[in-house]
């Protein structure tokens, strides 16, 4: 389709000392309007964010259709203490009966969902074999390895929650020189979601024990701590606490669909391939991207709206590893900016896995910075959702081998090179 549009002047002229402009000759822009199945491949990538850096984690419940539990190690506990009245100078004395053990959770209630009464239950999940594999910790999540916990009312649940831990066990740990991975979970009539801040922030869980049962003994504080794997900090880090999904909030995929979100999340990945001398010579006046959302009745709390941002690559050619690639993606004015800079979201739409229909997301300035920057931003859109690896929610998409009607498509408004006429 070819859309006729008159532009007025480019300049005024003042002649003289009239005040009546004279214009320039009326000039002739055809704009074109034309829809491509520009979107050539599409793939949907799990495992986001990466193990361990989540800003929160997530303790849910919701029968066979979601289930995390979230683990966290404090593997260098206090040992000794100086007793109260003993001069600053004296040896320290071991920890023989430490007492009022408890944990403190920073929860983020805004988005934690609990019924009337809830329970949580403490493990002791420190084992000897690969212990970040949910295969392996969720047998431990069994009585014999109850370490703490209560029930709670759902009006407890506030900014800080304590979990208080059984003395008798936490001594044994202390006074066996073990160390302490306690794994947490929600336990309720109906589902539960708490979610509490991780180590990645300033928040992350305390551990609390007085060095003696005495009133005046001192309160020992901890921090999350890993130390295994010991040569690589990153990993250390990423290893102090994490989600343990037992039960994830995706499925399988039907033919032809992509998906964004879920637990553990996903993000798609469209290949566009749009004519270059569209892209390189013309001026591009609007630039849509359009999906076909796919109704997702099976995820948990197929109603609540989601927000799913379009980001791009901005990793060079050097890093072959695709999940990697795809995990740097970032949002285009954080592209266009600096490739190092967190910006925030701007470009977002909100949706529910249960809707369906036409989304459109504006991809104009993109368009533009493939054009300027060819060597850096390679012609690939990733699509994630906002609160990716602690939010369930479970977006479906049609994609590239769908009927023609439902695939991804781009929609161009652009002046061709040549188009401008002079009458």
Not at 21 to 28: K, V
Request: with cysteine; charged share 20%; aromatic share 8%.
């Amino acid at each position: 389709m070819v859309l006729a549009a008159v532009v007025a002047g480019c300049a005024e002229q003042e002649v003289g000392s009239q005040s009546c402009p004279i214009l320039c000759p009326q000039q002739t822009v055809v704009v074109k309007d034309t829809t491509f199945d520009a979107v050539f491949t599409d793939t949907t990538l799990q495992g986001f964010p990466s193990f361990g850096s989540s800003l929160e984690l997530i303790v849910a419940s919701a029968g066979d259709t979601l289930d995390t539990r979230a683990i966290i190690r404090y593997d260098s506990l206090t040992r000794s203490f100086l007793p109260v009245g003993f001069p600053a100078d004296s040896p320290l004395v071991p920890i023989a009966n430490p007492d009022s053990a408890r944990l403190r959770l920073y929860v983020d209630t805004a988005r934690s969902h609990v019924p009337a009464f809830f329970t949580i239950e403490a493990y002791d999940v420190d084992t000897t074999s690969a212990d970040s594999l949910t295969a392996l910790l969720t047998p431990l999540f069994r009585p014999d390895r109850l370490i703490g916990g209560r029930l709670y009312a759902a009006a407890e649940l506030l900014d800080t929650l304590s979990v208080p831990i059984d003395t008798a066990k936490l001594r044994a740990i202390v006074t066996g020189g073990r160390r302490l991975r306690v794994g947490l979970r929600v336990v309720a009539s109906g589902s539960a979601e708490i979610r509490f801040f991780s180590s990645e922030t300033s928040s992350g869980a305390r551990l609390y024990y007085k060095a003696a049962p005495d009133s005046g003994a001192q309160m020992v504080a901890h921090l999350p701590r890993s130390l295994t794997p010991p040569l690589y900090s990153t990993l250390q880090q990423a290893y102090t606490d994490y989600s343990l999904i037992v039960k994830g909030a995706f499925g399988a995929l039907p033919a032809a669909t992509t998906a964004v979100g879920g637990m553990p999340a996903r993000r798609f990945v469209l290949t566009v391939a749009l004519p270059d001398r569209i892209v390189d010579s013309s001026e591009v006046v609007r630039a849509t991207l359009t999906l076909t959302q796919r109704p997702n009745l099976d995820t948990y709390r197929a109603g609540d709206s989601l927000a799913i941002y379009p980001l791009v690559l901005v990793a060079t050619s050097y890093i072959l590893d695709p999940f990697r690639a795809v995990e740097l993606a970032v949002p285009l004015t954080g592209a266009i900016r600096s490739q190092y800079t967190r910006q925030s979201y701007s470009d977002s739409l909100r949706m529910a896995p249960r809707d369906s229909g036409v989304r459109a997301f504006e991809m104009t300035a993109l368009l533009r910075e493939w054009r300027r920057n060819k060597t850096f931003l390679r012609r690939v859109i990733v699509f994630r959702v906002g609160d990716e690896g602690f939010d369930p929610g479970d977006l479906r998409f049609f994609g590239t081998g769908a009927p023609a009607s439902v695939r991804p498509r781009i929609r161009l408004q652009y002046v061709p090179a040549a188009s401008r006429q002079i009458p």
